[in-house]
């Protein structure tokens, strides 16, 4: 096969439970696993070496081909019922957790080097408490859309960008917590009908950019 890249939701509503990735594939776009409910089982030619399979479970990407780090999560198969994420990992693209609903823990290695969590990365999942280390930056959009998460902590420990409706529709969501950030931004609708109980945590003395109706 000739096939080098996948394209945004090439396989997006379908049943497939098994996918075969041939020795050149050099891309797959972020977001090309959207709405990919079954997706179990991934096998990557042996001459391929530009994609990864974690653990039998973290599809992995570079993201820079001429380097040898797998530092992008590009896809978590939907029956994974535990995930460590790797300490290298920079980057979890849009969808990659999108679906998982057998995952019930979720961990990250030490000295986690993670900085971008994308659009819509945890959407739908079932996990219920999640901590992210100290180095996000970013929550990308809709990043945890109807999701069942009840309570999730960033040790992020300088500045935070929330964007736009990141938390919304979190109906079983109680806490969530900021407890070293320096500054933090919410986008607009970050928190638009979540959980009316829910409750943020923002450390003493940090500055906060806000624009919800619900209180921070």
């Known amino acids: 096969s000739n096939l080098l890249s996948v394209g945004f939701g090439a396989f997006s509503q ?20 959207c709405n990919m409910l079954h997706l179990n089982n991934v096998f990557i030619s ?22 040898k780090n797998f530092d992008v999560i590009s896809f978590v198969l939907r029956n994974a019922t535990k995930i460590e994420v790797p300490s290298n990992v920079t980057f ?12 019930n823990d979720i961990s990250f290695q030490e000295n986690s080097e ?8 945890f959407s739908f999942s079932d996990n219920e408490n999640i901590i992210f280390p ?9 990043a945890f859309f109807y999701s069942k998460i009840k309570s999730i902590e960033f040790l992020s420990d300088d500045e935070l960008l929330c964007k736009k409706s990141c938390f919304k529709y979190c109906n079983n969501i109680l806490i969530v917590s900021f407890p070293f950030v320096k500054k933090i931004t919410f986008n607009n609708n ?16 940090a500055e906060v950019d806000c624009n919800q109706k619900k209180s921070v």
Do not use: H
């Open 92 to 103: 979890i693209s849009a969808y990659s957790f999108s679906f998982c609903t057998k995952l």
């Open 134 to 142: 100290n180095k996000v930056k970013e929550i990308g959009e809709y």
């Open 14 to 33: 379908t049943p497939i439970d098994m996918l075969s990735i041939p020795s050149k594939v050099e891309k797959l776009c972020n977001g090309w696993g």
């Open 114 to 121: 993670l900085e971008v969590i994308d659009d819509k990365a």
């Open 46 to 67: 042996q001459e391929n070496k530009n994609l990864s399979l974690f653990n039998n479970k973290i599809l992995m990407l570079k993201s820079n081909l001429n380097e």
């Open 190 to 205: 970050a928190f638009k009908e979540t959980n009316d109980n829910v409750r943020v945590f923002v450390c003493v003395g």
